[in-house]
């Protein structure tokens, strides 16, 4: 059948508004009033305008998906909104940084609390309200902002891209119209800026259409937390604590987060990186052991969860940065990688990554020239800026943790010592998929059913991340071929997918004639854990219709 698409023409078309594309847009709207204001508008050339840029969120809300830790660097936001400090929704300064070792029983404070772990002058920060208010602040500058909208595919014209076509609505399961049917737009940009967050479905599209990696594959960690209202007195506002060792095993690269927020409020997760040798090893089990130690527990028990949610990282560093721009596109924020690994820190680098993108397209509409010839400028005002010198610093750090924990902090010693370079440099890294061990026949694991107070299974968790998504559509989840799933994964790697999913999406069922992939897609918290971590690399990651997907508000 042939699709009849509405289209609309925009100078600028930013897909995704979390801080690096809500950056990118006030700054470029910022840009071009003070252009007219200073008469720019009036000579010869392109007149530009805030409202001919558009921004593209999936979420029903702005702020509706975005999860973090999440402690906030300060200085991008600082560039961007001078005074944030007076309306910016800062939930609390960081006022004690602590890094803990824990055992199964016990923990250990270090005495001196490891640079990478130090977080004077930032701040604790609900993400998705730091979003929410970005976004006021970004439609009070005259920008279209279109909320419950994906972008599904990109128009490619010529060498490059001008622009996407958005998601059709109101398709059923089978791919058939409903009454309601109404096909997606095709938008159409001068420069499209992909700001998508991790493992974005269109930027891993264009970077393997255009060949844009880098040395190293990009590497990903899984980061799983929830949200608690403490019993009062039990976690001060600002305390920050960063934990080691259990429940990670040294042959693994991961730890925990203990944020103290306000009003008794409390921000826990685990991170783990997707590259462990058992493809049945469990995350979110591994999160939910971790609460009970006694340090957690003292601090948890008689509280109530309110918030539960789960976030792929890219850790791959300057190394597996891929070419951030082609013909009329630019890429930005977790997408183009900027987030330190050794810190877990990347706000302030997307939202400055999204900034300095501004600034190349304001001089590009300017010129009248998007070319890549002119779009290159993006990547040398990247070199230019802080998010170089952070970045190059710990160029080699995630690549230390591929064997374990104990040759990782060899490594990483000396990277400090040596300022990033180490022994070897650049150190190389491979697919995280690959590092699994085949399991020879050993029996699947027991999955984890939690007390229903402390801890908790999967759909509990996923209950209290407010996901939800219309059910009779198609599935959002292709899997390129199910017989893959129940046949050859059964027997080589007991299918992973069962286990690295933290929202129960996946589950292998006994039927007649054998075992089949179950797929529970209204079940998704848009992660993408699944197609970073399948040992096959089958699953592909799509965008559902708009308004669908967990909602994050005030984590």
């Known amino acids: 059948m042939t699709v009849q698409r509405e289209q609309l023409e925009a100078d600028v078309l930013i897909v995704g508004a979390g801080p690096a594309g809500l950056s990118c847009a006030l700054h470029l709207a910022n840009l071009i009033k003070k252009h007219n204001e200073a008469g720019g508008a009036s000579k ?30 300060p200085k991008a936001l600082a560039e961007l909104v001078p005074g944030f400090e007076k309306s910016a929704p800062l939930d609390t300064p960081v006022t004690d940084s602590a890094a803990l070792l824990f055992t199964k029983s016990s923990s250990f404070r270090f005495p001196i609390t490891p640079p990478p772990f130090q977080n004077k002058g930032n701040y604790i920060v609900s993400l998705s309200k730091i979003t929410k208010w970005l976004g006021g602040l970004v439609e009070a500058a005259g920008v279209n902002v279109f909320k419950e ?176 721009y082609v013909d009329g596109a630019l890429i930005i924020g977790d997408s183009g990688s900027f987030l330190d690994s050794q810190r877990l820190k990347g ?48 160029r080699n750090f995630h690549q230390s943790f591929q064997h374990g924990m104990l040759p990782g902090f060899f490594h990483a010693g000396l990277q400090f010592i040596t300022g990033g370079r180490g022994l070897i440099d650049p150190m190389r890294a491979h697919p995280g998929h690959e590092a699994y061990k085949k399991i020879n026949g050993r029996p699947a694991p027991e999955r984890f059913k939690g007390d229903g107070k402390l801890t908790f299974d999967r759909l509990t968790d996923v209950y209290h991340s407010g996901t939800r998504h219309e059910e009779d559509q198609p599935c959002h989840l292709v899997v390129k071929d199910l017989n893959v799933c129940s046949t050859k994964c059964v027997v080589e790697y007991g299918n992973p997918c069962q286990y690295f999913c933290p929202a129960a999406v996946y589950e292998m069922a006994q039927e007649k004639d054998g075992l089949k992939l179950k797929i529970n897609a209204a079940n998704c918290v848009h992660c993408k854990t699944c197609d970073i971590a399948d040992p096959y690399q089958i699953i592909d990651w799509v965008v559902p219709e708009g308004g669908g997907g967990p909602n994050y508000e005030g984590m």
């Open 44 to 73: 010869a050339g392109p007149q530009l305008s805030a409202e001919n840029i558009y921004v593209l969120e999936k979420g029903r809300e702005i702020g509706a998906h975005q999860l973090s830790g999440a402690i906030m660097n």
């Open 149 to 324: 909208f994906g972008g599904a595919q990109l128009v490619y014209e010529g060498d490059g891209i001008a622009g996407v076509i958005t998601e059709d609505k109101g398709l059923d399961k089978n791919g058939k119209p409903k009454a309601n049917y109404t096909p997606g737009y095709e938008l159409r940009a001068k420069i499209t800026v992909l700001a998508e967050g991790t493992r974005g479905s269109l930027t891993k599209k264009l970077v393997a259409t255009k060949k844009l990696d880098n040395i190293n594959p990009q590497s990903y960690g899984i980061g799983i937390k929830e949200l608690w209202d403490v019993q009062p007195g039990r976690i001060q506002p600002g305390y920050v604590a960063h934990t080691l060792g259990w429940p990670v095993s040294t042959d693994m690269y991961g730890g925990g987060w203990i944020y103290g927020l306000s009003n008794n409020r409390l921000s826990i997760g685990l991170v783990l990186a997707l590259e462990y040798a058992n493809p049945q090893f469990d995350p979110h089990a591994a999160f939910q052991i971790w609460k009970p130690h006694p340090f957690l527990r003292k601090i948890l028990d008689g509280g109530k969860l309110v918030r539960y949610g789960a976030k792929s990282l890219p850790y791959g560093g300057w190394y597996a940065i891929p070419r951030t």
């Open 347 to 394: 706000i302030h680098l997307t939202m400055k990554s999204g900034m300095l993108a501004a600034e190349t397209i304001f001089e590009a509409l300017k010129a009248g020239d998007t070319s890549s010839k002119t779009l290159s400028a993006f990547p040398k005002k990247i070199e230019q800026s802080y998010i170089k010198k952070e970045l190059w610093q710990v």
